[in-house]
């Protein structure tokens, strides 16, 4: 009977052995909230409950005893499952087993429903202690709950058993007892004791085998503690497996039930249940204990209910009980047996297929035959081979000449010379032989000595492990192949190292010699040592007479001694040492001075010494080579102080280690400080945030005159980023006593701060002198801090002061010609206008940009055209060299015009000109003692300056006079005429006058 159930949580596993886990059958279990997927633990403990009362059966010692207990396999698996508080399900299924059998008498009997009631809680008292007591113990054992092992099973067979045998007997016992013998103790307590292992056999085994590793399905999600890695391994996988499973269980069903079926009175013999018990060994060998539980599982169930259905009939029910236990007893021996020799087998084919050399096996076919390849039979290939080999096992099973064509076709000789080897001793053989290449890799037919690459050719080596037989004949071999290219690339490698080792130590400019520790003789020795000592070196000369031998001598002439020489202080001491007085007397009469040292060298990593390397040079030249650094550094530090630039070399933490004489007078507080001068004591080095701050007596100004903060210092910049001060001019002042008053006002009187320091700046201006400072590492590093800073001070105060006159110099003619009422513009050579004055601008109107300044075509349309080419030809005669004057006219920026009356004046630029000067050969021969005479002036005009005056007024003036006087000339004329002509009327009238007769006699007739 089958019941639909639900998941819950999963318990904790067990701890320890024989311990249980949480066990949910008798302890109810938490469901998720609002989870309705989940049955509630009342559910799954009313659905077990009613289970195990359905298929319990109902027994007391003196009574007709059951064929068999399920309830007994069903128990033992939940108690499995859940722990021994799952026993407590078996006991409460009892009393609903005899309200069962009340509701139903007809499958009890006429017994009392009391006394039944109490017959029946004895019994489930009796079986779930007896259940709870056979799994303890069990467990205590050692058995694994999914019987995986033999040991396990062997266990399942005989504890379980043992137990319900004693509870056997403990449950007869007293009812026997208390009936006065009313029944057979033995038979009734076997009875029950084979009733009880026909339930644990039958129902046990398969469902811990098949549930119990993978117990994730349905309402348990559980997996045991301590359950084993090969679980999975015994449930068939292959949907042919489970046919042959279903065959195998139907085929022992049918024959146990013939079996029955054929004979009630006497069930058959002996003899035929064997078949059944060969089919039940044939499921385990085949199939495992999955297959051999499920066939023993069905063939018992089926033949237990068709012998409950003849058990009247049937006279002897012990005898078939007695072989279905068998059955189930051998099913789980062999099945577990057969398993675990195929788990062993799988976990050796993975240690196997883990090692990463090829396992194989040959078997010799026939004798060995000198100049014949071997008639063997290669029966076994580890999988490495794919890659050792690049060739699968199944591909070089068979014939031997398989494995021969994988070998390279010049070394299968090799192998078979091997094999060869083989039948003449007792002792392995080894070999090495390269791979055939794959296709693709073989050399070109046109160059077949041409060996393939080193990452194309790859090398075996092959152990070969005789077998003999009695007679000591070979019959085949074991061997081993691993894949040595590697090794033999690393032993390709350290013949090349050891030749580039001999042929540098051969080659070195230094004598080397190695003398081995052992004998005190030498080892190795160059032909520079030999060169050196002027003589081959002796391999018996011990160490007590290397003295002798090579002719060592101290500068005054006496021997070496032996114990003094480097060579051997690192024998003796393990130390290294070096001497630089010995004098080697070579044969042919030369002495030379040598250098030596000797260093013990540890081969072995022992923590002892093997050799001593003792090396040799040639004092001579280091002693020229000293001197000439003496030389040179004397040749620097007099070019050094010989400079006029101060230097200043400062560490990292400003401390002045070097400087020149040009330093010590520019900074007077470095004088006498000389080499570790801290750099407190360096001017510069404001150590307080005072721009004022006294520093030996010196203040640090920037160019603007201002006080130099003390982080903005050229030194304290090197030294804190690293980064190169190039060209910082500042001005070095010394500070009088006036100061240190005016420094104490200013800490009295923070208010007047900027009077006192604006005194401060106008106190030292007279005596300012100006450096021009350039600062750089020493010796950078990349993301470190400098070594030091090195400090050149070069003294520009004459520069300065030269600027400065420039400087004022150029105000004052540039207020001169801002100043200036007279209009000035400048011309290049190109008649370009590079420069007009602010008159210029107020007269004309006109900016430099608007006058054409890169055009001269833009300017020249401003001029009159009848006056321009005058104009043109004085700048052009200026341009020659030659002053002029032009008067012209020109229209203004308001559409005016004005007169301009023009001075012009060539530009000049000086230039030095050497002439006639001649080296008198190349190189850094001085000139001719008469270089004055030969240098003259060069003036050569740049430009035109024009003075422009305006005339405009003058000339309009002028004109107004010329006008006027015009008009005087005009009246005089005028006036003239009209005298003239008045004088002329006068005479006309005289004469016409004296020309009238009438006009006369009136005239002198009248009164």
Same mark, same amino acid.
């Given at each position: 009977?089958?019941?639909?159930?639900?998941?819950?949580?999963?318990?904790?596993?067990?701890?320890?052995?024989?311990?249980?886990?949480?066990?949910?059958?008798?302890?109810?279990?938490?469901?998720?909230?609002?989870?309705?997927?989940?049955?509630?633990?009342?559910?799954?403990?009313?659905?077990?409950?009613?289970?195990?009362?359905?298929?319990?059966?109902?027994?007391?010692?003196?009574?007709?005893?059951?064929?068999?207990?399920?309830?007994?396999?069903?128990?033992?698996?939940?108690?499995?499952?859940?722990?021994?508080?799952?026993?407590?399900?078996?006991?409460?299924?009892?009393?609903?087993?005899?309200?069962?059998?009340?509701?139903?008498?007809?499958?009890?009997?006429?017994?009392?429903?009391?006394?039944?009631?109490?017959?029946?809680?004895?019994?489930?008292?009796?079986?779930?202690?007896?259940?709870?007591?056979?799994?303890?113990?069990?467990?205590?054992?050692?058995?694994?709950?999914?019987?995986?092992?033999?040991?396990?099973?062997?266990?399942?067979?005989?504890?379980?058993?043992?137990?319900?045998?004693?509870?056997?007997?403990?449950?007869?016992?007293?009812?026997?007892?208390?009936?006065?013998?009313?029944?057979?103790?033995?038979?009734?307590?076997?009875?029950?004791?084979?009733?009880?292992?026909?339930?644990?056999? @039958? +129902?046990?085994? /398969? !469902? =811990? $085998?098949?549930?119990?590793?993978?117990?994730?399905? %349905?309402?348990?999600?559980?997996?045991? &503690?301590?359950?084993?890695?090969?679980?999975?391994?015994?449930?068939?996988?292959?949907?042919?497996?489970?046919?042959?499973?279903?065959?195998?269980?139907?085929?022992?069903?049918?024959?146990?039930?013939?079996?029955?079926?054929?004979?009630?009175?006497?069930?058959?013999?002996?003899?035929?249940?064997?078949?059944?018990?060969?089919?039940?060994?044939?499921?385990?060998?085949?199939?495992?204990?999955?297959?051999?539980?499920?066939?023993?599982?069905?063939?018992?169930?089926?033949?237990?209910?068709?012998?409950?259905?003849?058990?009247? @009939? +049937?006279?002897? /029910? !012990? =005898? $078939?009980?007695?072989?279905?236990?068998?059955?189930? %007893?051998?099913?789980?021996?062999?099945? &577990?047996?057969?398993?675990?020799?195929?788990?062993?087998?799988?976990?050796?084919?993975?240690?196997?297929?883990?090692?990463?050399?090829?396992?194989?096996?040959?078997?010799?076919?026939?004798?060995?035959?000198?100049?014949?390849?071997?008639?063997?039979?290669?029966?076994?290939?580890?999988?490495?081979?794919?890659?050792?080999?690049?060739?699968?096992?199944?591909?070089?099973?068979?014939?031997?000449?398989?494995?021969?064509?994988?070998?390279?076709?010049?070394?299968?000789?090799?192998?078979?010379?091997?094999?060869?080897?083989?039948?003449?001793?007792?002792? /392995?053989?080894?070999?090495?032989?390269?791979?055939?290449?794959?296709? %693709?890799?073989?050399?070109?037919?046109?160059?077949?000595?041409?060996?393939?690459?080193?990452?194309?050719?790859?090398?075996?080596?092959?152990?070969?492990?005789?077998?003999?037989?009695?007679?000591?004949?070979?019959?085949?071999?074991?061997?081993?192949?691993?894949?040595?290219?590697?090794?033999?690339?690393?032993?390709?490698?350290?013949?090349?190292?050891?030749?580039?080792?001999?042929?540098?130590?051969?080659?070195?400019?230094?004598?080397?010699?190695?003398?081995?520790?052992?004998?005190?003789?030498?080892?190795?020795?160059?032909?520079?040592?030999?060169?050196?000592?002027?003589?081959?070196?002796?391999?018996?000369?011990?160490?007590?007479?290397?003295?002798?031998?090579?002719?060592?001598?101290?500068?005054?002439?006496?021997?070496?001694?032996?114990?003094?020489?480097?060579?051997?202080?690192?024998?003796?001491?393990?130390?290294?040492?070096?001497?630089?007085?010995?004098?080697?007397?070579?044969?042919?009469?030369?002495?030379?001075?040598?250098?030596?040292?000797?260093?013990?060298?540890?081969?072995?990593?022992?923590?002892?010494?093997?050799?001593?390397?003792?090396?040799?040079?040639?004092?001579?030249?280091?002693?020229?080579?000293?001197?000439?650094?003496?030389?040179?550094?004397?040749?620097?530090?007099?070019?050094?102080?010989?400079?006029?630039?101060?230097?200043?070399?400062?560490?990292?933490?400003?401390?002045?280690?070097?400087?020149?004489?040009?330093?010590?007078?520019?900074?007077?507080?470095?004088?006498?400080?000389?080499?570790?001068?801290?750099?407190?004591?360096?001017?510069?080095?404001?150590?307080?945030?005072?721009?004022?701050?006294?520093?030996?007596?010196?203040?640090?100004?920037?160019?603007?005159?201002?006080?130099?903060?003390?982080?903005?210092?050229?030194?304290?910049?090197?030294?804190?980023?690293?980064?190169?001060?190039?060209?910082?001019?500042?001005?070095?002042?010394?500070?009088?006593?006036?100061?240190?008053?005016?420094?104490?006002?200013?800490?009295?009187?923070?208010?007047?701060?900027?009077?006192?320091?604006?005194?401060?700046?106008?106190?030292?201006?007279?005596?300012?002198?100006?450096?021009?400072?350039?600062?750089?590492?020493?010796?950078?590093?990349?993301?470190?801090?400098?070594?030091?800073?090195?400090?050149?001070?070069?003294?520009?105060?004459?520069?300065?002061?030269?600027?400065?006159?420039?400087?004022?110099?150029?105000?004052?003619?540039?207020?001169?010609?801002?100043?200036?009422?007279?209009?000035?513009?400048?011309?290049?050579?190109?008649?370009?206008?590079?420069?007009?004055?602010?008159?210029?601008?107020?007269?004309?109107?006109?900016?430099?940009?608007?006058?054409?300044?890169?055009?001269?075509?833009?300017?020249?349309?401003?001029?009159?055209?009848?006056?321009?080419?005058?104009?043109?030809?004085?700048?052009?005669?200026?341009?020659?060299?030659?002053?002029?004057?032009?008067?012209?006219?020109?229209?203004?920026?308001?559409?005016?015009?004005?007169?301009?009356?023009?001075?012009?004046?060539?530009?000049?630029?000086?230039?030095?000109?050497?002439?006639?000067?001649?080296?008198?050969?190349?190189?850094?021969?001085?000139?001719?003692?008469?270089?004055?005479?030969?240098?003259?002036?060069?003036?050569?005009?740049?430009?035109?300056?024009?003075?422009?005056?305006?005339?405009?007024?003058?000339?309009?003036?002028?004109?107004?006079?010329?006008?006027?006087?015009?008009?005087?000339?005009?009246?005089?004329?005028?006036?003239?005429?009209?005298?003239?002509?008045?004088?002329?009327?006068?005479?006309?009238?005289?004469?016409?006058?004296?020309?009238?007769?009438?006009?006369?006699?009136?005239?002198?007739?009248?009164?």
């Amino acid at each position: 009977m089958t019941v639909q159930r639900e998941p819950v949580p999963a318990p904790p596993a067990p701890t320890a052995a024989g311990s249980t886990p949480h066990a949910p059958g008798a302890t109810p279990i938490a469901n998720a909230p609002g989870s309705p997927s989940r049955w509630p633990a009342w559910r799954l403990l009313a659905l077990t409950v009613l289970l195990l009362a359905l298929i319990h059966p109902l027994s007391w010692p003196g009574g007709p005893d059951p064929l068999w207990f399920p309830s007994a396999g069903l128990g033992l698996v939940l108690i499995a499952w859940f722990g021994q508080r799952a026993a407590l399900l078996i006991l409460l299924a009892a009393p609903f087993a005899a309200v069962r059998a009340a509701l139903w008498p007809s499958l009890q009997g006429t017994e009392h429903w009391a006394e039944l009631l109490g017959k029946t809680v004895c019994e489930g008292a009796f079986q779930a202690a007896m259940l709870a007591a056979a799994w303890w113990a069990y467990r205590r054992a050692g058995g694994q709950p999914d019987l995986h092992d033999p040991r396990s099973a062997v266990l399942f067979l005989l504890v379980p058993g043992t137990v319900a045998a004693g509870f056997a007997v403990l449950r007869t016992l007293p009812v026997w007892l208390a009936t006065a013998f009313g029944f057979s103790l033995p038979r009734v307590a076997g009875a029950w004791w084979v009733s009880q292992e026909l339930g644990i056999m @039958a +129902l046990a085994p /398969p !469902l =811990l $085998v098949l549930a119990t590793g993978n117990l994730e399905l %349905g309402i348990w999600h559980w997996k045991k &503690a301590g359950s084993s890695s090969n679980a999975k391994l015994q449930i068939p996988k292959a949907k042919g497996d489970w046919v042959e499973v279903a065959g195998l269980a139907l085929g022992t069903t049918l024959l146990s039930v013939l079996i029955i079926v054929r004979n009630p009175q006497e069930p058959g013999g002996w003899q035929l249940w064997g078949a059944p018990l060969l089919m039940v060994v044939w499921a385990g060998m085949r199939q495992g204990l999955a297959g051999a539980t499920l066939t023993t599982a069905a063939g018992t169930v089926v033949s237990l209910e068709v012998l409950a259905r003849l058990q009247p @009939a +049937l006279s002897l /029910p !012990l =005898l $078939v009980q007695g072989n279905l236990l068998a059955q189930c %007893g051998t099913a789980v021996l062999v099945a &577990a047996s057969a398993s675990w020799v195929r788990h062993s087998e799988l976990r050796y084919r993975q240690v196997v297929g883990q090692i990463p050399v090829v396992l194989y096996s040959t078997r010799l076919l026939a004798p060995l035959r000198p100049g014949l390849p071997p008639k063997a039979e290669v029966l076994f290939v580890s999988p490495p081979s794919v890659d050792v080999l690049s060739c699968p096992p199944e591909a070089l099973l068979g014939d031997y000449t398989r494995w021969l064509q994988r070998v390279h076709a010049d070394d299968r000789e090799v192998l078979l010379a091997a094999v060869a080897q083989l039948g003449r001793q007792n002792q /392995p053989v080894v070999c090495e032989y390269r791979l055939a290449p794959r296709p %693709g890799e073989e050399p070109p037919p046109s160059d077949p000595a041409r060996s393939p690459g080193p990452g194309k050719q790859r090398w075996l080596r092959d152990t070969l492990v005789p077998h003999l037989d009695a007679d000591s004949r070979l019959t085949g071999w074991e061997g081993i192949v691993s894949d040595i290219t590697e090794q033999r690339v690393l032993a390709d490698d350290l013949r090349r190292t050891t030749s580039m080792f001999h042929a540098l130590v051969a080659n070195m400019p230094a004598g080397v010699f190695f003398v081995s520790a052992k004998s005190g003789r030498p080892i190795l020795v160059n032909q520079r040592a030999r060169q050196l000592l002027g003589q081959r070196e002796d391999f018996s000369a011990s160490l007590e007479h290397l003295s002798t031998v090579y002719r060592l001598h101290r500068p005054d002439g006496s021997l070496y001694p032996v114990e003094d020489l480097p060579v051997c202080q690192a024998l003796r001491g393990g130390i290294v040492s070096m001497r630089d007085d010995i004098v080697v007397h070579r044969p042919d009469g030369r002495r030379i001075p040598l250098i030596t040292w000797a260093a013990p060298l540890e081969l072995s990593h022992s923590g002892r010494t093997d050799a001593v390397v003792w090396v040799l040079e040639d004092l001579t030249a280091l002693r020229q080579a000293e001197a000439a650094r003496y030389e040179t550094e004397g040749r620097l530090r007099t070019v050094i102080e010989s400079l006029a630039e101060g230097l200043l070399v400062q560490d990292r933490h400003g401390a002045v280690v070097d400087c020149n004489t040009a330093a010590l007078t520019l900074l007077p507080g470095v004088r006498g400080q000389g080499s570790g001068v801290r750099e407190e004591d360096v001017p510069g080095s404001l150590l307080t945030p005072d721009p004022c701050s006294l520093t030996s007596g010196i203040l640090w100004l920037r160019e603007d005159g201002s006080p130099l903060p003390p982080e903005e210092h050229p030194i304290r910049r090197v030294l804190r980023t690293g980064i190169p001060t190039r060209n910082v001019v500042l001005g070095i002042t010394p500070i009088s006593d006036r100061i240190f008053e005016i420094a104490d006002l200013k800490t009295a009187h923070p208010d007047s701060s900027s009077n006192l320091q604006s005194e401060i700046v106008n106190m030292q201006s007279t005596r300012v002198r100006w450096v021009l400072v350039n600062s750089l590492p020493l010796a950078p590093r990349p993301g470190s801090s400098p070594a030091g800073v090195v400090t050149t001070l070069a003294d520009i105060t004459d520069h300065i002061h030269a600027q400065q006159l420039l400087r004022a110099s150029e105000e004052r003619y540039r207020g001169l010609m801002d100043s200036l009422p007279l209009m000035v513009v400048q011309f290049d050579r190109e008649l370009r206008i590079t420069f007009l004055n602010p008159a210029t601008q107020a007269t004309t109107g006109y900016t430099l940009e608007e006058g054409g300044g890169c055009a001269p075509v833009t300017w020249q349309q401003l001029a009159h055209p009848e006056d321009l080419p005058a104009f043109l030809d004085a700048l052009h005669d200026a341009l020659g060299g030659k002053s002029g004057r032009s008067e012209g006219r020109y229209r203004a920026k308001d559409g005016q015009e004005h007169f301009a009356y023009c001075l012009l004046q060539p530009l000049w630029d000086f230039r030095l000109q050497i002439s006639d000067c001649r080296l008198e050969e190349r190189g850094n021969r001085p000139l001719s003692s008469n270089l004055q005479s030969e240098i003259s002036t060069l003036q050569s005009p740049v430009g035109v300056t024009v003075l422009i005056l305006d005339m405009t007024r003058e000339r309009r003036l002028e004109m107004e006079l010329q006008r006027a006087q015009r008009l005087e000339l005009v009246g005089r004329l005028s006036s003239g005429i009209a005298h003239d002509f008045n004088n002329l009327l006068t005479v006309l009238l005289g004469m016409s006058e004296l020309a009238n007769p009438s006009r006369s006699t009136g005239l002198s007739s009248g009164p």
